[in-house]
């Protein structure tokens, strides 16, 4: 389903036009989780806020001094949003994100998850080449030769931009090793 | 006239062919990346910041702030021809560009944006000149708990000012303190939050979260807006440009209004966004047909675009003085200075007189350039918006990538990346505002140093922030900012007659 925007707009038409869109999340939900994750991020700041000292030394007040009241608060702005997102717990029934929405948000945020993991072993260059052949492929329904060609492009231009112009070392993997890079 | 020797021989600095070149370029890059979606002023100049790491700090803050200049020009275009604003700055600009281009006025409203875009910055350009070295020579009395009181004072206005919840504002704040936090404590040693990963020694650097939270998250933003770019061309030639000119003189109260508003929003940390839109909102209150707003007014493209380019221009001056970023991308440019070892502050107006004059000439120079470059290229542009965005969208994650990668050389921070990326999307359709974040993430070890060097003077007593007339002006001043809506809806209260 998530053929992307592009699929739709290639096309001409735009078949979710004057339909309702489905509604996948609602709002209350992110906004509790949301919450819910910055207090715990507040609770974590106050214990090692409290472990490290957050009183007077002699030399001055101590290093937990500052973070501990930040993280108190983080604490209350964060529990002040939980609680009221509970109260209006019936209200918040509107659309956070919808079917098709979540569907584009997720056609781009699993593959640069994926190449992220990629750069570590492939290095940055193989990754790119693979991440931007995958979209033109998939969601620009572009034929090989384009395809094969802009994803070699752009890293090639890259490398020449980075490393031999202004001289900024990018991660290379096997391959850039292989032809001795 | 200290300051006009000063000038020109910081255009002596400025005006050399290299330095010229970088201007080029850097107005280039800066159009490009504010016409694409996703990467904008702040992290367009953070994913370009490591490019410059090889040049001499003159060259490499002219190149920077050129990029910066080109990403507020290029705004202009995306909003103007094809209805999206390509910056957030320049969403005010669509209600009455988009429409001018439909009636046929796309080179008109094109050259009225770029040259409002020209004067916001030039008058702003005008003060940096001379309230700069004041403000800099007064910042030299300051002590650890004057500056603790202007960062509160930032911040203070940052909750008092902003449009989103109150609550919202104060979490996104905390959360760059403490993310600011983590690492080795500079007094101590000690470390905070690190958990025993080596990773989190260094603690969190800014630039990365500014390319995740604006550069992927706004990546994932579009992707769920389904882009269909269907846009109007233009071609503008020196006879519309110059009969819009003549017809914009008609409008020099708007552009004398909309300056003031820039200039203020950009000093306080409003930023150009609520500039763009408080500017946009008078024009059409002032205005004698209000009706004709949203329809195509010419003046509804003026003046969001000459306040958003002062603010986001004047955003430079605290900076440049107290150290104190007005926006984010100001806050990103201050990264680069203290990454070439330039302390910016008071003492920069001492110790690197020739960088900061430097400077501030080429703000002169590069808006100059700016505007003749976006007049002759716009047709380059609107075609390469015609790109389609399955090929843009990989392109954009590739650039931010590198950006990341770039910083420290480190592939955690393209992983921490992808997690800001996400964080900055659930941020912006959870109404959490970004800009405190990446101010506090930034000023948060300068914050807590003059904090705690305030405590250790005092002896741990607040009555330090009220000791001497100027901290006091100071605090209050913030405070007030802090309370100002409750200050406010006060006064409403009290003028308005009661209900019988």
Not at chain 2, 73 to 101: H, Q
Not at chain 2, 119 to 124: E, M, N, P, R
Not at chain 2, 238 to 246: G, I, P, S, Y
Not at chain 2, 330 to 346: F, N, S, T
Request: aromatic share 12%.
């Amino acid at each position: 389903m998530s053929d992307g925007p592009e699929a739709a707009a290639t096309s001409g038409s735009d078949p979710a036009e004057g339909a309702p869109a489905a509604v996948a999340i609602t709002e209350r939900w992110p906004e509790l989780a949301v919450a819910g994750f910055l207090m715990l991020l507040a609770v974590i700041d106050i214990v090692d806020s409290v472990r490290v000292g957050t009183g007077w030394a002699d030399d001055g007040p101590k290093a937990g001094y500052f973070p501990f009241y930040i993280g108190l608060i983080l604490l209350g702005a964060s529990g002040w949003i939980f609680v009221r997102t509970l109260m209006r717990w019936r209200q918040l029934a509107g659309s956070f994100v919808s079917r098709e929405e979540l569907g584009g948000v997720w056609a781009v945020l699993w593959p640069s998850a994926v190449y992220a993991a990629l750069m570590t072993v492939l290095g940055l260059y193989v990754a790119s080449m693979l991440l931007i052949g995958y979209f033109m492929r998939r969601h620009g329904r572009y034929g090989w030769a384009v395809s094969v060609v802009v994803s070699i492009g752009v890293p090639v231009v890259f490398y020449l931009v980075f490393e031999r112009w202004f001289l900024v070392p990018l991660p290379k993997g096997p391959l850039e090793a292989a032809i001795g890079l | 006239m200290d300051e006009i020797s000063n000038l020109l021989g910081g255009f002596a600095v400025a005006l050399t062919l290299p330095n010229i070149g970088f201007m080029l370029i850097g107005i280039t890059l800066g159009v490009l990346i504010g016409v694409l979606p996703g990467l904008g002023g702040a992290n367009g100049v953070a994913i370009l910041l490591p490019l410059t790491f090889s040049m001499n700090p003159t060259s490499a803050i002219i190149m920077l702030s050129c990029i910066y200049w080109g990403a507020l020009f290029g705004g202009a275009i995306t909003s103007i021809l094809f209805n999206i604003p390509g910056e957030p700055w320049s969403v005010a600009t669509t209600f009455d560009g988009y429409p001018m281009a439909q009636q046929g006025r796309a080179a008109q409203a094109l050259a009225a944006a770029f040259t409002s875009s020209f004067v916001g910055a030039l008058f702003a350009v005008l003060l940096i000149t001379f309230t700069a070295p004041l403000l800099a020579r007064f910042a030299l009395k300051f002590g650890p708990a004057e500056f603790f009181a202007v960062q509160l004072l930032t911040f203070c206005s940052f909750i008092g000012m902003s449009k989103e919840p109150v609550p919202k504002v104060l979490c996104s704040m905390m959360i760059g303190f403490a993310l600011a936090a983590v690492g080795m404590d500079t007094v101590t040693g000690q470390l905070r939050m690190t958990f025993g990963f080596p990773a989190l020694l260094k603690g969190f650097d800014f630039l990365i979260a500014v390319i995740g939270l604006f550069g992927i998250g706004e990546i994932l933003l579009t992707m769920e807006e389904g882009l269909a770019f269907k846009g109007k061309s233009a071609k503008i030639n020196f006879r519309v440009v110059w009969q819009t000119w003549v017809e914009l003189v008609r409008y020099w109260k708007t552009f004398l209004r909309s300056v003031a508003v820039g200039c203020w929003m950009g000093i306080t940390p409003g930023g150009a966004t609520p500039a763009s839109f408080m500017s946009y909102g008078m024009a059409q209150r002032m205005s004698k047909n209000p009706a004709t707003f949203g329809k195509g007014n010419i003046e509804g493209v003026i003046a969001p675009e000459t306040a958003a380019h002062a603010a986001g221009t004047s955003a430079l001056l605290p900076m440049l003085t107290l150290g104190i970023p007005g926006s984010p991308t100001a806050a990103v440019l201050l990264g680069g200075l203290l990454i070439w070892g330039l302390q910016p502050g008071p003492m920069l107006f001492v110790e690197h007189k020739e960088f900061v004059w430097g400077l501030i000439a080429s703000m002169y120079l590069g808006n100059i350039v700016g505007l003749l470059v976006v007049l002759t290229t716009v047709p380059f542009w609107a075609a390469m918006l015609r790109i389609p965005f399955s090929v843009i969208a990989p392109v954009i994650v590739v650039i931010c990538a590198i950006g990341a990668y770039t910083v420290h050389s480190a592939m955690f921070d393209v992983v921490m990346m992808m997690v800001f990326g996400v964080a900055g999307y659930l941020f912006k359709k959870l109404r959490y505002p970004l800009a405190p974040l990446v101010l506090a993430l930034v000023l948060g070890d300068m914050a807590e140093a003059s904090f705690r060097q305030s405590m250790l003077m005092s002896q741990g007593s607040f009555s330090i922030f009220w000791a001497n007339p100027l901290v006091t002006g100071i605090t209050v001043l913030a405070l007030g900012l802090l309370f100002w809506p409750l200050i406010n809806s006060g006064f409403r209260r009290m003028s308005r007659p009661r209900p019988a």
